[in-house]
């Protein structure tokens, strides 16, 4: 195999292959801080890229939110706590698991948020 010298242009060097219809043309546009803030949120929780996540929305393709593994480690933690509990108290604390079905319900909430953003 050979390997391409320090100085050697890898665009000519690399083994990319060549589009049908390559993507060489530009679009800016005009946008306010705010939707700057909120385009680039949504593309940053789909794991896109700006232009990928606008070019999704724009021509009507799917641009589904990744898994949020934070909230999913959130709530696999929150199970655990709840039946290392209930196994020391046989579930008599009425008052902690009110308060731990309380917190389940505001990350599940924030989960489908995420998930399903309006």
């Known amino acids: 195999?050979?390997?391409?010298?320090a100085d050697a242009d890898v665009r000519t060097t690399m083994p990319f292959q060549k589009s049908a219809d390559p993507k060489n043309e530009r679009i800016s546009m005009k946008v306010t801080r705010g939707e700057?803030?909120?385009i680039e949120a949504e593309a940053a929780?789909?794991?896109l890229t700006v232009s990928e996540y606008a070019l999704r929305r724009t021509l009507g393709k799917q641009a589904p939110a990744r898994y949020d593994f934070e909230a999913i480690d959130a709530l696999r933690l929150m199970a655990q706590e709840l039946k290392d509990h209930y196994r020391t108290c046989n579930g008599r604390d009425e008052e902690f698991l009110q308060a731990f079905m309380d917190r389940l319900v505001l990350v599940t909430n924030a989960i489908w948020r995420s998930a399903c953003p309006s």
């Open 36 to 38: 700057k803030a909120r």
């Open 1 to 5: 195999m050979d390997v391409p010298s």
């Open 45 to 47: 929780k789909r794991h």
